[in-house]
């Protein structure tokens, strides 16, 4: 049948690019892997260091189906954000995930909103870098591709959207809404224009609000990319391990370690960004399992990248080396199956809904987790032993050091996040129940996770500030004495910030001062030691940049200040909570603001509320007025209403406040005065109970005059009126007529108000029953001052955590374009 | 490859270390029944909000109250020291943190709801 409107060759196109996917990646990892794991291929490069297999049928083969592989992925893409741009409602993702008033910059944020949309964009990135590899991957081509073509077969089955034997196999972005399981058999899905007829398909679903900022742009691809960087370095240590390399695949490998380090980094914070900014969560970063799911990753990726320079130049470590390496990827996988599969449901804020694919899902991870344990045990033995220790004074050995105690942060993390799925496996009602009882999240995650993370911090920190100086082998004492000064300096700095600041826990004084040693280290290694140029600054720079994102989610979380503090005393130990009320048109004290609340106004879809900041005079009455916010709530009849903060950014501290409470009743509800009304059928004599509080007594029916048409005998006109008596339960009293007029065919029910008790009656006529009479009851809004709820904090010094960011973005950049061109040429005599 | 050794015991002892600290933290998910047992420990209720029983919001000290009933079908009055969550009528599941007063009342610290999927509502696409 020809549906009217509809544009299923789309879809079919849709489809048959995500088949066409499918079989690229299966022919990639088919003929890669058949070329690759021939007998005697395995051995690198011939004897003139050409890749050995060059004029291989099965390389060009492997090529053209990573081609045809590519053109799928793409023409995905294309097709889904053509049908998201032009409104094609009879797609379900594009129903659900976006609406016509979405704003053009958001069809982005709408294309991964969804779980198939971001596994779209997570395998887009495969493809690319997966070019690299095919490019520049020269003798480690076919084992790193049947790699990226393994992971993608199985993340493109993801997105298949088929049965096979009534198992579901992925979930489709393509599938019409007619097409859904739960749609098919309905009536409407056989009506030619049931695109016309069924007024749900006019417009989508639209976009969760939240996700209309712009960091939700840039935020998502950047992540993934991070996520996708971290498959080369799987994918070269896989390789390298079949082939008895378990060293050499480290060299190639390293530039896009850094690259995921500096990449998934940006994208991590960046969600931090949007967090602070368009949450009411009060704060960049709140330990969520989400969040924590992307960071461990990038904290054993760290590990791995660093501990490479040792393989590189030592040829040890390898084993741990791999380990690092296969478990970021690893972990990525393990991360998307934690906010897919549904199972943080109980714990976090933003996980993806459940699709039904957690099966899948498992498997995915499992597979490639036994195939990588079971590889690196197999192959353990091929491990060059030796039998020296590293010298205490040796850069490796407090690498590897480093490298473990970033291990322990990434289990403490790892574990926590994991509670629910320990309840899965092991909980009362898990697989294999152990716990007496299921496990629940902690209920203080700060303090929870700070206990372990931030004396990792600290020696994290301290290892950043020293390590860098060391040398390989071992350090001569003299070369120790170069990080004196920074030393000394960050101690007597440290020390008189911490005073300034008013840190009372050891615990930060300490990071604060080691994270300054970091920073001024750095500094001094990057300008004294290696000259200052870009080309030697990457390392330091990197280094510097986390040092200044430790410091400053130190200081402008440690001395987060909530100023919206509720005067009203509930009980010693209940504390006031931190949301003050404005009343309309007031000033209210704010240490060390007063602020007013000027008013509201609808600007599209967000209410905004006009909040003045005024600073405070000597006599400690409001003084001049300092600035203007204006936080606002996002109106969304679909998905309910979100607060938004605004924020006034100052270089040394951020002022971010939110309207945690308003009336958000229609200015039109709000005035008409008369609330809960409700119908009472009466008759002389009888009482009803109102409001409540209130007896309404019908004391009588008075009819004041009456006229018949005299030839029918039919009413002509009527006047009557009940009258009625109020009783509250306090003993006031009063007593009220309502009239009520019959003019012809027309009745004019009539109503009055009982003005001291406020409350009104309208007499709606006559009931059917005989006798009895319909009346309509509403009762007087109390006078309502209009107020709302404001929660404000200062955040001190956050500037210094988004420059760390920068920092670190242009170090490790700079230090993979360092790797890429190679050494540096010999000066010229 | 002997202070290798003893460098992994140490860096395993720091890992069992780091995760009793870490099991220690976890609190239980309860019932209002044994959270009041547990008083003053911190506990997770994961429940529902019950719609028969008023929800009232104190403006003034910004208190919310409201009855919500548990997994086992016991109601407790929930005083939570923060706006009213929004949509919290809607919400099919209410995740309570905070702690039990005895047998009166539940104070949350936190509340984390599951509002109904968008999706769910087929009926939209009927004809009519």
């Known amino acids: 049948m020809n549906f009217i409107g509809e544009h299923s060759l789309w879809a079919l196109a849709g489809r048959f690019f995500t088949y066409l996917a499918f079989t690229g990646a299966l022919g990639t990892a088919l003929f890669y892997g058949l070329n690759w794991l021939r007998p005697g291929a395995c051995s690198g490069p011939d004897e003139l260091g050409r890749p050995k297999a060059a004029h291989e049928p099965f390389l060009r083969a492997g090529r053209g189906a990573f081609a045809l592989h590519s ?31 979405l704003p053009l910059e958001y069809v982005f944020s709408a294309l991964w909103e969804g779980q198939e949309g971001s596994f779209i964009i997570w395998i887009f990135w495969h493809a690319a870098l997966g070019w690299f590899l095919v490019r520049g991957a020269k003798t480690w081509e076919h084992g790193t591709m049947t790699v990226v073509g393994l992971v993608q077969l199985v993340l493109t089955s993801m997105i298949l959207g088929i049965y096979v034997f009534g198992v579901k196999i992925g979930s489709s972005p393509f599938v019409l809404i007619r097409e859904m399981p739960e749609n098919l058999g309905l009536p409407w899905t056989t009506i030619k224009d049931y695109m016309i007829r069924i007024p749900a398909f006019r417009d989508g679903q639209g976009l969760n609000p939240l996700l209309q900022n712009y960091w939700m742009v840039i935020h998502p691809p950047t992540l993934f990319l991070g996520f996708a960087a971290t498959l080369l370095p799987f994918a070269y240590a896989v390789a390298g391990w079949i082939e008895r390399r378990p060293l050499e695949w480290v060299t190639p490998a390293l530039p896009w370690a850094y690259f995921g380090v500096g990449v998934l980094g940006t994208g991590i914070l960046m969600g931090g960004a949007w967090a602070y900014e368009a949450l009411s969560f009060g704060g960049f970063w709140a330990w969520d399992p989400v969040e924590n799911a992307s960071l461990v990753p990038w904290i054993t990726l760290v590990a791995a990248a660093h501990l490479m320079f040792i393989v590189k130049k030592k040829k040890t470590s390898g084993g ?7 478990l970021s990827f690893l972990l990525v996988l393990y991360s998307t199956f934690l906010t897919r599969s549904g199972v943080l449901g109980d714990s976090s804020v933003h996980s993806f809904v459940d699709l039904g694919l957690n099966g899948q899902l498992m498997l995915l991870l499992g597979l490639f987790s036994v195939g990588s344990l079971i590889l690196l045990l197999v192959r353990w033995r091929s491990l060059p032993r030796s039998n020296a220790d590293e010298a205490f004074s040796s850069r490796e050995f407090w690498l590897v050091i480093g490298s473990l105690v970033l291990l322990i942060s990434a289990v403490q993390i790892s574990f926590s996040t994991s509670i629910p799925v320990l309840n899965k496996l092991i909980g009362p009602e898990g697989l294999v129940p152990i716990l007496g009882e299921a496990m629940a999240p902690p209920t203080d995650v700060f303090r929870h996770y700070h206990s372990i993370q931030i004396p990792v911090a600290i020696v994290v920190s301290l290892f950043m500030a020293m390590v860098p100086f060391l040398r390989w082998d071992s350090t001569p004492n003299a070369l120790l004495k170069r990080i004196l000064p920074s030393l000394l300096v960050s101690l007597v700095l440290g020390g008189l910030a911490a005073w300034g600041l008013k840190f009372d826990q050891p615990m930060y004084t300490v990071l604060l001062i080691t994270g300054m040693f970091s ?47 509720n005067p009203v005393f509930l009980h010693k130990d209940f504390p006031a909570n931190e949301h003050i009320l404005i009343p309309l048109g007031d000033t209210v004290s704010m240490h060390p603001y007063w602020v007013e609340w000027t008013g509201e106004r609808v600007e599209g879809h967000f209410q905004l509320f006009d909040v003045n900041f005024y600073g405070t005079a000597e006599n400690q009455s409001p003084g001049k007025k300092l600035f203007s916010l204006a936080p606002y709530i996002q109106m969304n009849p679909r998905m309910g209403n979100v607060r938004e903060p605004s924020t006034k950014h100052y270089w040394d501290h951020d002022v971010y406040t939110y309207v945690s409470f308003a009336d958000m009743r229609s200015p039109e509800e709000k005035a008409s005065g008369w609330t809960e009304e409700m119908d009472a059928t009466m008759g002389r004599g009888e009482e009803v109970f109102v409001f409540e509080e209130y007896m309404m007594r019908c004391d009588s029916i008075i009819v004041k005059s009456a006229q018949m048409i005299e030839e029918t005998g039919d009413l002509a006109t009527l006047d009557m009126a009940a009258k009625l008596t109020l009783k509250h339960m306090d003993g006031r009293k009063e007593t009220i007529e309502v009239p009520y007029a019959v003019r012809g065919n027309e009745a004019s029910p009539g109503e009055a108000e009982f003005v001291n008790l406020g409350v009104k009656v309208r007499f709606d006529g006559v009931s059917d029953e005989p006798g009895r009479f319909k009346m309509k009851f509403w009762r007087k809004a109390p006078e309502e001052q209009e107020f709302i709820l404001l929660q404000a904090f200062i955040f001190p010094y956050i500037n210094v955590l988004w420059l760390g960011v920068v920092l670190m973005a242009i170090g490790t950049a700079l230090a993979v374009a360092k790797r890429i061109a190679g050494p540096k040429p010999a000066p010229k005599p | 490859m002997k202070r290798n050794h003893l460098i992994a015991l140490v860096v395993i002892a720091f890992l069992a270390g780091a995760l009793m600290v870490t099991i220690q933290d976890a609190s239980t998910y309860a019932t209002f029944e044994m959270a009041s047992k547990k008083t003053p420990e911190s506990v997770t209720v994961v429940g529902q909000l019950d719609l028969e029983e008023p929800i009232t919001f104190n403006s003034s000290t910004s208190m919310l109250r409201f009855t919500a009933v548990d997994k086992d079908g016991a109601r407790s009055i929930v005083y939570y020291n923060q706006p009213k969550p929004t949509d919290f009528e809607r919400s099919e599941e209410i995740t309570l943190t905070g702690l039990s007063s005895g047998d009166t009342a539940f104070f949350a610290q936190n509340i984390l709801m599951k509002c109904p999927s968008k999706y769910a509502d087929e009926a939209q696409f009927s004809s009519k």
């Open chain 1, 71 to 101: 053109i799928g992925v793409v023409g995905i893409l294309t097709v889904l954000l053509t049908a998201i741009l032009s409104h094609w409602f009879e797609f379900d993702y594009v129903w659900r995930h976006s609406s016509r008033d």
């Open chain 1, 320 to 326: 741990l080396t791999a380990i690092m390496a296969m």
């Open chain 1, 519 to 565: 920073a001024l280290s750095n500094l001094d290694l990057w300008l004294r030691y290696q000259g200052g140029g870009w080309r030697s600054g990457g390392q330091a720079l990197a280094h510097l940049g986390f040092a200044f994102i430790l410091l400053g989610a130190l200081i402008s979380n440690g001395k987060k200040v909530a100023i919206s503090q």
